[in-house]
């Protein structure tokens, strides 16, 4: 009984002479989330809807690594129009009218591998916005007649890729949407 009592003290102490050497460590946590332009309130008398199966937050880039060079070869569309809406609920009224907007491109912001979403400083990402080249800061008007905006992502031509094989590519185009009428 002795020898058994005294090996389970030398275990015990051998176990904490053991934890005493072991390092220190440490772990890193990250939250991550962008703050939107202003959403619009529900008593604001529009909604911006989604057209299309890609949802704001959704779409997809494609790219090609041809020789070490690097190319996006697609990307998704992404498409919205403003339409009336309910002042109590926010939502679409039925058969609600398509109300002109004006439509201003004011960010691009990029983030690669996890790093932080980032506004774009070189312009390799440039954003389209119903076809054409959409500058950060310019104002597009689209009307109630329109298919309304239809937004994707391409690359300037001559601008250097800042992209390398295996890399993980955000894009995020942050537009600010003005309706002309939303009087219900």
Do not use: C, R
């Not at 990250?30 to 703050?35: D, I, L, N, R």
């Not at 939107?36 to 704001?56: L, M, N, Q, R, S």
């Amino acid at each position: 009984m002795k020898k058994t009592i005294l090996a389970l003290i030398a275990m015990g102490f051998a176990a904490n002479v053991s934890a005493a050497a072991l390092e220190t460590g440490s772990q890193t946590m990250q939250w991550k989330g962008t703050v939107p332009v202003v959403t619009p309130p529900t008593d604001a008398g529009y909604v911006i809807e989604k057209v299309g199966v890609t949802d704001f937050m959704s779409g997809n880039l494609v790219f090609d690594n041809a020789g070490g060079s690097v190319t996006l070869t697609s990307a998704s569309e992404i498409a919205f129009v403003v339409k009336e809406a309910d002042k109590v609920t926010g939502e679409a009224l039925t058969d609600a009218a398509q109300l002109a907007y004006d439509i201003q491109l004011t960010n691009v912001k990029v983030g690669v591998n996890g790093a932080a979403i980032a506004e774009q400083t070189n312009g390799f990402f440039e954003v389209k916005h119903n076809g054409n080249v959409f500058a950060k800061n310019s104002t597009e008007v689209v009307t109630a007649e329109s298919a309304g905006s239809k937004l994707t992502i391409s690359t300037k031509a001559g601008v250097p890729a800042t992209v390398s094989a295996g890399e993980e590519v955000i894009v995020q185009a942050v537009v600010a949407v003005t309706p002309k009428t939303a009087e219900i």
